[in-house]
Structure formats: C-alpha cells, structure tokens
C-alpha cells in the first residue's frame, strides 16, 4: 500500500485547507484510515480517524473545525480543516490500517502552516 499526502501549505489564523491522501497499491488491504500529526518532541498523535464503516474518531483539539471523509471508489481520504489556529502547524502524516494483521501504512507527510 502506497499513500500520498497533498494538499498543506501556507494559510492564515481562521482559513481552511483540505488534505488530501490517495492510496495506491494493494488497497484491499486497508480498512481503517487516519491523519496523525507530530509536535516537536512529542509523539505522533491522532488528529482523526475514519473506519472502513465510516466510523469518525476526532482529536479533542479538533472536534468541531476539522472533518474526515474518503471515498472509496476514488481510494482518497480527505481532511477538511477550517477555523485553523496557529497551534494546527505541523506536519500531517496519512495512515492506513490493516485489521486481520494489525499492520500500518504511512505516507509522507504535508505540512501545514498557520501564521499570519
């Protein structure tokens, strides 16, 4: 499984941007997908998630102002992030889930800058 991150850049404090992360591959093999993000000297966190039922799973921080989608028939996750605080720049990494062997994928990942 191959995953391509786009969409980050450079945006000001309220604006919005949309991630985008296209699965290439043996992508029958994904079930569960997810964006994660990595503050300086911390570990990788969950920013959100989404099943392969189309469950959604929310950081605290983000509930509310980022939105996780994908379709399936196109093998691309999106995160439609609005309201965007400077505390929001990192660098997003997209994942995916293998369940019956509990295996991950990751891709590179965007950065997302918001400053004015």
């Known amino acids: 499984v191959q995953l391509q991150a786009s969409g980050g850049g450079l945006v000001q404090p309220g604006g919005s941007l949309r991630l985008s992360c296209a699965a290439s591959g043996s992508i029958f093999r994904i079930d569960d997908m997810g964006w994660y993000r990595q503050p300086p000297g911390k570990q990788r966190e969950l920013v959100a998630r989404?099943?392969?039922?189309?469950?959604?799973t929310y950081a605290d921080s983000v509930k509310g102002r980022f939105t996780i989608s994908r379709d399936n028939a196109k093998n691309t996750m999106y995160l439609q992030m609005n309201s965007l605080k400077p505390e929001d720049t990192d660098v997003y990494y997209c994942n995916a889930f293998r369940r019956r062997t509990v295996t991950n994928y990751w891709g590179k990942g965007t950065l997302v800058t918001v400053s004015s």
């Open positions: 989404i099943s392969a039922e189309g469950t959604t």
